[in-house]
């Protein structure tokens, strides 16, 4: 099997790389989450600059990157989720985004000046 091309490659908070793939945004994410249709730059801004970095509880591996935005749909938060497949791991991989009304719990792994 053919290893698909990302959208996009970014670095985060620690200067790892994160990427999102073609099929998890378009058969995934979309499919999923159409909010987010036309977000792919606050996608991007979500990662690079987020508001704040929680652990998920739900998977060790994987950390939420959290923007706040302004939409229409009342929930003011961007939620990045992003897989790091092994521990320490200098690379990510998106594996879903959708907009939400909170920051859900976890520790707190970096969090933006000011905020």
């Avoid at 290893?3 to 620690?14: M, N, T």
């Avoid at 249709?37 to 652990?55: C, F, H, S, T, W």
């Amino acid at each position: 099997m053919r290893k698909e091309k990302p959208l996009f490659s970014i670095a985060d908070y620690k200067g790892r790389i994160v990427k999102l793939i073609k099929g998890v945004w378009t058969h995934k994410i979309i499919k999923y989450h159409p909010e987010v249709a036309l977000g792919l730059e606050e996608v991007k801004k979500a990662i690079a600059d987020p508001l704040v970095v929680v652990r998920s509880m739900a998977k060790e591996e994987s950390e939420l990157f959290y923007i706040d935005i302004q939409d229409s749909l009342g929930k003011p938060y961007l939620l990045v989720v992003v897989d790091y497949k092994v521990p320490k791991s200098k690379e990510g991989i998106i594996v879903t985004t959708y907009r939400t009304n909170k920051i859900q719990k976890g520790e707190i792994l970096w969090r933006r000046k000011g905020k």
